[in-house]
């Protein structure tokens, strides 16, 4: 059983382009969270999703930040015009429809330069 | 409001016992998780407490205290590869988890 999967590792942006993250969760789970983590900093819960649905955005910044989690194909991060604040690493969590414990996976390193 | 209180770093020697303390409060509480990250790489699940008391597994420990809004991680014959940080996390309403800043854990051999 594949862990969750997050694509790609590392992604360098400019300043004022988009960034896409990708996050398969585990088989079988239907939840998924995405955090932001800054160096020496904890994970900052952003967004949770179920398929086709947002649940709890309250941690997303209200501008050029998305997420969505479709009927089929992975979750995707977004942001766009991005600037040098939202380098950090960007962590997927899955958990299963009935329990609390959630799964990271590998996170993806944003760098804008 | 919504607060995990854990220590920013902590240091001890490889082989001794070192315990990790956590106070939270949230708006509301099912349970107490702790989770393991080494430096660069994902956070990984150590334990979940529902219960008040202690659930030792192996050399990890974790113990909750409820109504004191207390917890705590007890590493045992501390290794050099248990040099990492160790988040405390509520889980709270409506399948939130609240992490705190965790707590960087220096290992001296």
């Known amino acids: 059983n594949a862990g969750v999967m997050q694509n790609p590792r590392h992604l360098v942006r400019r300043r004022g382009q988009e960034a896409r993250l990708r996050c398969s969760p585990m088989k079988g789970h239907s939840h998924v969270y995405w955090y932001r983590q800054l160096p020496e900093e904890g994970l900052k819960f952003m967004v949770y999703l179920q398929k086709e649905n947002i649940i709890d955005e309250s941690g997303m910044p209200k501008e050029r930040f998305s997420a969505e989690f479709p009927k089929e194909g992975p979750s995707i991060l977004r942001i766009q015009q991005v600037v040098r604040g939202d380098s950090a690493a960007y962590f997927c969590?899955?958990?299963?429809?009935?329990?609390?414990?959630?799964?990271f996976g590998p996170g993806t390193r944003l760098t804008v330069l | 409001g919504q607060n995990i209180d854990q220590p920013t770093e902590m240091t001890a020697t490889e082989g001794a016992i070192v315990q990790i303390n956590c106070t939270y409060q949230t708006s509301g509480f099912n349970g107490l998780f702790w989770y393991q990250q080494h430096a660069g790489e994902a956070p990984t699940f150590l334990s979940y407490n529902v219960l008040d008391g202690l659930e030792e597994k192996g050399r990890f420990s974790s113990f909750l205290s409820r109504s004191k809004g207390y917890s705590y991680l007890l590493l045992k014959e501390l290794q050099m590869k248990d040099s990492a940080s160790y988040l405390c996390?509520?889980?709270?309403?409506?399948?939130?988890?609240?992490f705190g800043k965790g707590t960087r854990l220096h290992i001296l051999p």
């Open positions: 996390a509520a889980d709270a309403r409506d399948d939130k988890i609240i």
């Open positions: 969590a899955s958990s299963p429809p009935i329990g609390s414990t959630q799964y």
